[in-house]
């Protein structure tokens, strides 16, 4: 085990371990707690303000970094509302706290509940209610506010997902489409944050990739760092898996997986992680085709990439997925030397399209007939 650990650490000269630095923050744990409500004044029947409340509300460019920094306690306490005095029977109202939070949050309890989620800009969110003020229901005494502990869980939100097991050249991939910058080197798990390039196309139509860390067998299940990383797929609108052409191995206590073996098993890890992902519009990319023989490989190997279903009872069982994905398009290419990238950089255009298209809702005809009947010009 120890050789194991220190094996997969230690790789090309540099100690993986140092990138494992929590850089990128995606989760967040606030304690949350409505205003307390003010007194009331029993004998002139004087009600007490309402505690304030304390809302997340969602903003465009905000970072879970800058909550951290606005909130060093992470706790965070709406202001009391006012008792009923002589000169003023009704209390002020506590001050609310409205907290900025980045767009693609979502709210969990502390039973794990999804119990809201801020997908777009300036929608809010109420954490903690503020407590009552005291009036004749409640002895004129101010109620404490609603207070709980809430977890903040960002999500990216592309319209793209890189998947794929390490080193296997996305984030070579999302350099070649985008002005990204990510860092690349021949050991696994380079890339420990994910990171989002985008696509500018001459029409100025834009797309956003995010690069998501290298997957592993068993990631579904918490295993390297594919469990923390693979929620972010689940906001992307489609899923770009690649796969080296000649295969994966992990290290040399692991087996090696053949270029087949690799695309069945990302297919597992997507589907025991969360069926519904199988759904999203993918589509394939063979990558390092410029290496020696690579070609030759390739065409041996694709009609089974097109015959995925038929080929499947030979895949090893750990491997085997119950559930395809359903591939619009697989493609070949060399993200090292830009070979067939303008290809797929179209394709990954259409394809979203062609999603979007189905999205619409079919026209209802019968309305539109009607309709035109009721209200339109009158042929005589
Ligand atoms: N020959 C060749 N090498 C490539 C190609 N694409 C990527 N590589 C190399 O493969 C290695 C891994 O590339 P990365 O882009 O870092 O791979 P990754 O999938 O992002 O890896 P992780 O971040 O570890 O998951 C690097 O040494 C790249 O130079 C390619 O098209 N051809
Ligand atoms: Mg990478």
Do not use: W
Not at 48 to 72: D, I, M, P, R
Not at 121 to 140: D, I, M, V, Y
């Amino acid at each position: 085990m120890v050789f194991l650990t220190s094996n997969l650490l230690y790789s090309g000269g540099k100690f993986i371990r140092k990138h494992f630095r929590p850089h990128f923050l995606d989760s967040l744990r606030l304690t949350v707690t409505g205003g307390h409500g003010g007194n009331g004044f029993p004998k002139i029947g004087g009600v007490g303000g309402q505690g304030g409340c304390v809302y997340f509300v969602a903003k465009e460019g905000y970072t879970l970094k800058n909550v951290v920094k606005a909130h060093s306690t992470k706790r965070i306490k709406a202001a009391a509302g006012e008792d009923s005095t002589k000169v003023r029977l009704l209390g002020r109202r506590g001050n609310d706290q409205r907290i900025s939070v980045p767009v693609g949050i979502t709210v969990i309890d502390e039973t794990g509940r999804n119990i809201g989620d801020l997908n777009e800009e300036g929608k809010t969110f109420t954490a903690a209610g503020g407590g009552p003020g005291g009036c004749s229901g409640n002895s004129f005494i101010g109620q404490p506010g609603q207070s709980r502990t809430l977890t903040l869980d960002l999500k990216l939100i592309a319209d793209a997902g890189l998947v794929g097991f390490p080193n296997a050249g996305k984030s070579t991939f999302l350099k070649a489409i985008s002005k990204a910058s990510p860092k690349i080197a021949s050991y696994p798990f380079t890339t420990i944050k994910p990171q989002l390039g985008i696509i500018e196309y001459t029409d100025y139509r834009q797309i956003s990739v995010a690069d998501l860390p290298g997957l592993i067998e068993g990631a579904h299940a918490n295993i390297g760092m594919g469990h923390k990383f693979l929620k972010h797929v689940e906001r992307t609108r489609m899923l770009i898996l690649i796969a080296d052409i000649f295969g994966f191995q992990l290290s040399p206590q692991h087996q090696k997986r053949t270029c087949l073996q690799n695309v069945y098993a990302l297919n597992r890890e997507l589907e025991l992680y969360d069926p519904t992902l199988l759904e999203k519009p993918s589509i394939l990319l063979i990558n390092k085709l410029d290496l020696e023989g690579a070609s030759e490989e390739f065409e041996r190997i694709q009609p089974n990439l097109h015959r995925l279903e038929e080929q499947v009872a030979e895949c090893p069982e750990e491997i085997r997925p119950r559930k395809l994905l359903n591939f619009e398009r697989i493609l070949s290419i060399s993200a090292k030397e830009g070979m067939d990238i303008d290809r797929v950089v179209a394709n990954i255009r259409e394809v979203l399209d062609e999603a979007a298209e189905e999205d619409v809702p079919e026209p209802d005809l019968e309305r539109l007939t009607r309709k035109n009947r009721e209200y339109g010009p009158k042929v005589v």
